[in-house]
């Protein structure tokens, strides 16, 4: 079954800076690629996603690219604010009918004022 | 857009008792729902998949005579924890499935948040 694999497992960068978490995935099969942030007590929150048909997203200050051959795929977050701060996740699907979605291991994300 | 509604949004309950937790769909029809488990500082590990009509089809290692789950309509998927242990609390939560058409992606309920005492 699918793995899904996350780094670093915490964040801590100041305010502005950038920050990027990684993911690497092993079903080839898998074809849909989602980011969620999660804060303390609430559910996940898509932030965005990408198709294998895509290579990169952008949405404001969030990009997400994905590297099919390589099974990779990275979330970019720039001008970081605080409000930032949150554990995000990755995940992975078949996405074709009723197919699971597979999460990484999270990283927490704390940014300093 | 697509909401799953999921109640309780928290539960305290003694050790043996059980616990319902419903997830239902305000808006469309669900014939599939995915329930995961975050034990703190952990991620989303899925417990089960859950199929409108039939039974569900539960992950390795999660006991099904424990997690009784049940997806009697279109629009309402249940998770029992039968003779909850401290062990069980937990965050619960439940997600639709994106269909055929892949409309509206993964749906996920606010989740549940039990703790056995």
């Known amino acids: 079954g699918e793995n899904v694999e996350q780094h670093p497992s915490t964040l801590s960068v100041q305010e502005g800076d950038s920050a990027v978490i990684k993911c690497t995935y092993s079903?080839?099969?898998?074809?849909?690629f989602p980011w969620y942030k999660q804060e303390l007590g609430k559910g996940p929150q898509l932030i965005i996603d990408i198709r294998s048909n895509v290579g990169e997203k952008k949405d404001q200050r969030i990009a997400v690219t994905l590297n099919k051959t390589a099974k990779h795929f990275s979330l970019h977050i720039t001008e970081t604010q605080p409000e930032d701060s949150a554990v995000y996740f990755c995940?992975?699907?078949?996405?074709?009918?009723?197919?699971?979605?597979?999460f990484g291991t999270g990283t927490r994300l704390l940014v300093s004022p | 857009g697509a909401v799953v509604s999921q109640h309780p949004s928290w539960v305290i309950c003694k050790s043996g008792t059980s616990v319902k937790i419903e997830c239902r769909s305000l808006d469309f029809q669900a014939t599939t729902m995915f329930w995961y488990r975050q034990f703190p500082k952990q991620s989303l590990m899925l417990m089960a998949t859950s199929n409108e009509g039939s039974k569900a089809t539960y992950e390795q290692g999660v006991e099904k005579d424990k997690f009784l789950i049940n997806h009697a309509s279109l629009t309402l998927s249940t998770l029992t924890v039968t003779s909850a242990h401290p062990e069980d609390s937990s965050f619960y939560i439940c997600t639709t499935a994106p269909g055929a058409s892949d409309n509206y992606g993964y749906t996920f309920g606010s989740g549940t948040r039990l703790t056995v005492v």
């Open positions: 079903d080839s099969a898998s074809n849909y």
């Open positions: 995940a992975a699907s078949r996405n074709t009918g009723f197919q699971k979605l597979v």
